[in-house]
């Protein structure tokens, strides 16, 4: 059956960065892209950007245009979402998915990845 | 990009139906035909329930709908059962290969 199965949660300090990563199983990883998505205590979701398991292109939300880097390693089913600069207001469980529909999400999800930004 | 708009609440009873808005521009909503519904219980990952406006993915029942009109997409729950109670997020692409979602609606059955 098909799991992202997501790294665990973190506590960082302001300016520092973060790397989660997303390992994929139960289907051709290189077939589908990885969305980015995440989620701030008690608000909504929001799209980070996407990438392509297949050739690496990416895709980034404006607003993480200068502090996200997305990768992929194909020989591990992994995706990676690298953020940097950390603020206190990037304190957000952070969320993986398969885009097989390319509607945003995906149709599967990872748990999910709370990084916690505090001094 | 600014969210879309949803409604913070709706509710309704067991067996009716209820519809969520999600209002954008014609820059994402109008403007596409790739809008997207996702159902989220308390503590869990969001969970796909409607693609490309109309679609469903697999398992997903038949009660759940979608629809687009303008820069207006809905998302119909028929037949409303217990387990429908969880927020919903609306998803469009917005161009240039980004997406936005709404920015939540939580729905009560009474």
């Known amino acids: 059956q098909v799991q992202l199965v997501q790294s665990g949660a973190e506590v960082k300090k302001p300016g520092a960065s973060v790397k989660v990563s997303c390992k994929a199983s139960g289907y051709a990883f290189a077939s589908y892209g990885v969305s980015w998505v995440r989620q701030a205590p008690g608000l909504g979701l929001e799209w980070m950007g996407w990438i392509s398991a297949h050739n690496g292109n990416t895709n980034y939300a404006q607003k993480f245009q200068d502090r996200v880097t997305m990768t992929t390693d194909t020989s591990t089913s992994t995706a990676y979402m690298d953020l940097r600069s950390l603020r206190s207001d990037d304190t957000a469980v952070y969320y993986c998915?398969?885009?097989?529909?390319?509607?945003?999400?995906?149709?599967?999800w990872g748990q999910g990845t709370l990084i916690t930004v505090s001094s | 990009q600014s969210a879309l708009t949803q409604p913070r609440s709706v509710s309704g009873s067991p067996g009716q139906s209820v519809t969520i808005s999600c209002t954008g521009t014609?820059?994402?909503?109008?403007?596409?035909?790739?809008v997207s519904w996702y159902q989220q219980h308390p503590g869990k990952a969001p969970k796909l329930m409607i693609y490309?406006?109309?679609k469903r993915p697999s398992g997903v029942p038949d009660r759940f709908s979608g629809s687009k009109s303008g820069n207006t997409a809905s998302l119909t729950i028929s037949g409303l059962q217990a387990e429908d109670e969880a927020d919903y997020y609306c998803?469009?692409?917005?161009?240039?290969?980004?997406?936005?979602f709404g920015a939540g609606t939580k729905v009560t059955v009474l």
């Open positions: 998803c469009s692409y917005a161009g240039s290969y980004t997406y936005v």
């Open positions: 998915a398969r885009d097989r529909y390319s509607s945003g999400g995906g149709d599967y």
């Open positions: 014609s820059s994402d909503v109008g403007g596409y035909k790739y």
């Open positions: 490309d406006v109309t």
